[in-house]
């Protein structure tokens, strides 16, 4: 195996994306779909969005009336229950001459029937998913009446599967996934007798017939077995439905499926029907500080942005539902480098979004072109560089936190606004007047195998990088590198190799470097040997120096390591501030890896 040299600071980051228009197949004009996702509700990656358009689901509004619900009533549902009036019990026993009905009545805050059999409470709320509570709740008894075909008060129900409630939604947007949601109190108290509700949401088109609606009434229900409890484990029913293409009205079910005379008591209420929008992340790096020959500095920023939501899969087709439309990376320097100077901004670039050929980070703040979009299960990223001029105040150094926000909007048109991303960088400190000037030379100093150096490589002979004037400086005559950029193809590394690496610091610029740190990367592949890691300032003898820290570890604030994620591993050596002065301007940090 050849192991090359690695440089302390790289940038090689890079999203998939497709580039080309999504063009999903014309589904049936008459059904939506329908996807099962075991009640789990919107999947991971994508949340609620903030528009219900369910009216009056926390029954707020009262009918105010007896008998058949008529349309357009006050409460804005209908059921195939009789509606047996405002705050009382729908009693299924028949009295006073009235058949027993059983039926629907809104209720409020705490009720207590038939001595306590049954009993309910107002919803506290769900903090888990923002709802809010509430002090009224939908009574359902659907029971038993005179027309029985059975005959009076036998088992079995006037009302097969009935339509609890039921509401006609508008505004929807076409592609888009939703979330439909209730949440149900079941009355009987534990040990009554009676059976549970079994409840089914069901969607369809404005109108439809039965076949229309999804999923068939022969889908089994949800049991409400939790009693007494508003947040049980079966207590919340949700389902996911896909809008088809032109969709923009559907019609909303709630039907109960237990069918049986005996119990079946149950409350209902925060009913929401919401689009299932993608969340974003977004994260900023700040490169090392490159200092020009003109005093100027470069700093090289790094902006990636993930769209969270699941792709489809075998199982589960979401459509273009969770693509993230409209996708902008904003950026404002224009308060960023008060204590230094913005020059400019350059190199903008992605491999896979189209940028703003115009971003200068002031006037013009946007760092993509219009009209991007995001699919889902994808990071993209965006580069550019900031040449500033350092300040002579206290801030001319920085440190300089600037950060980049993302927007974008949903399939439904929601706006999508992840929280900011922030970065931090400071330039080499100045003391005196002056800049500072910090080089850094990295080399391979040893290969051991089988616990000799490797044969017939001298590792204590510099070799001039053709590619990199870092190797140049005169000033290295005082502590010349030494080691080899790579190991030659003629004397492969092996399986439990021992590879030393080490990188080469020089400060001799007009000042002291302040706050210096480098950070070196763990090579992939490879594995570090405890206690290698090593400082050497000046004349001083080597010491054991620098901080590890594990695969995927988090890195501390102001780090100079090229990926933030810290995929393998790093060491991170911080030199304080290096003088300028000879012979204590220069050193070394080194590691040792083992190769896997």
């Not at 115009?358 to 299960?377: Q, R, W």
């Amino acid at each position: 195996m050849n192991r090359s040299l690695k440089t302390c600071v790289a940038f090689g980051i890079s999203g998939l994306l497709v580039g080309t228009p999504l063009i999903w197949p014309q589904l049936p004009a008459e059904a939506q779909v329908f996807i099962n996702t075991n009640n789990q509700g919107c999947p991971t990656g994508t949340r609620d969005g903030p528009v219900n358009f369910v009216q009056n689901g926390n029954f707020a509004t009262t009918p105010g009336i007896t008998g058949t619900l008529p349309p357009n009533n006050p409460a804005q549902f209908t059921s195939t229950l009789p509606y047996r009036g405002d705050f009382l019990y729908p009693d299924d026993f028949g009295t006073n001459g009235f058949p027993a009905l059983g039926g629907l009545s809104i209720q409020r805050g705490a009720v207590n029937y038939l001595n306590g059999i049954v009993n309910g409470l107002p919803f506290p709320g769900d903090p888990r998913f923002d709802v809010p509570a509430s002090d009224t709740y939908l009574y359902s008894n659907p029971n038993a009446s005179a027309a029985n075909p059975i005959g009076p008060g036998a088992e079995g129900s006037a009302f097969p599967n009935p339509i609890i409630w039921e509401q006609v939604i508008t505004g929807v947007s076409p592609n888009a996934v939703y979330n439909f949601t209730a949440y149900f109190f079941n009355l009987l108290t534990p040990g009554a007798p009676g059976v549970d509700p079994i409840i089914l949401e069901q969607v369809g088109p404005v109108g439809g017939t039965a076949a229309d609606f999804q999923p068939p009434v022969s889908t089994p229900g949800l049991q409400i077995a939790e009693r007494q409890t508003w947040l049980g484990p079966t207590n919340r029913v949700a389902a996911l439905f896909r809008t088809l293409p032109g969709q923009t009205s559907l019609q909303l079910r709630i039907i109960d499926q237990a069918n049986n005379i005996i119990g079946d008591d149950f409350g209902m209420t925060a009913i929401a029907f919401r689009e299932c929008i993608p969340t974003m992340s977004v994260t900023k790096d700040a490169g090392t500080p490159q200092q020009n020959s003109d005093g100027t500095f470069t700093i090289p920023y790094t902006v990636s942005v993930t769209n969270n939501a699941p792709a489809n899969s075998a199982t589960l087709d979401f459509g273009p539902a969770f693509i993230v439309n409209n996708l902008q990376l904003t950026e404002d320097l224009n308060v960023v480098f008060t204590g230094a100077t913005l020059r400019s901004v350059t190199n903008v670039q992605s491999p896979t979004l189209t940028v703003n050929p115009a971003f200068n980070g002031t006037s013009d703040t946007n760092l993509l072109a219009p009209g991007n979009t995001l699919p889902p299960a994808t990071t993209a990223t965006v580069s550019f560089n900031v040449i500033i001029t350092p300040g002579t105040g206290s801030n001319g150094q920085g440190p300089f936190e600037n950060q980049v926000t993302a927007s974008g909007t949903s399939q439904g048109n929601t706006p999508l606004t992840p929280p900011p991303a922030r970065a931090r960088v400071r330039l080499p400190g100045i003391e005196g007047g002056g800049n500072p000037q910090f080089v850094l030379v990295k080399r391979i100093t040893g290969v051991t195998r089988n616990g000799g150096s490797l044969p017939g490589v001298n590792f204590g002979a510099f070799i001039n990088d053709p590619n990199n004037t870092n190797d140049d400086d005169p000033a290295w005559t005082q502590f010349p590198p030494v080691g080899l950029i790579d190991v030659s193809p003629n004397t492969p590394l092996q399986s439990g190799d021992l590879v030393t690496y080490t990188v080469y610091f020089l400060s001799n610029g007009q000042s002291p470097a302040i706050d210096t740190n480098i950070c070196d990367p763990i090579p992939p592949g490879t594995t570090l040997v405890p206690n290698t890691n090593q400082i050497q300032i000046g004349n001083e003898a080597p010491s054991l120096g620098g901080t590890v820290f594990t695969p995927l570890a988090p890195l501390p604030a102001n780090n100079s390591c090229p990926d933030q994620s810290n995929p393998n591993g790093a060491v991170i050596f911080s030199l304080g501030n290096v003088t300028n002065t000879p012979t204590n301007n220069i050193g070394f940090v080194r590691f040792q890896v083992r190769i896997n």
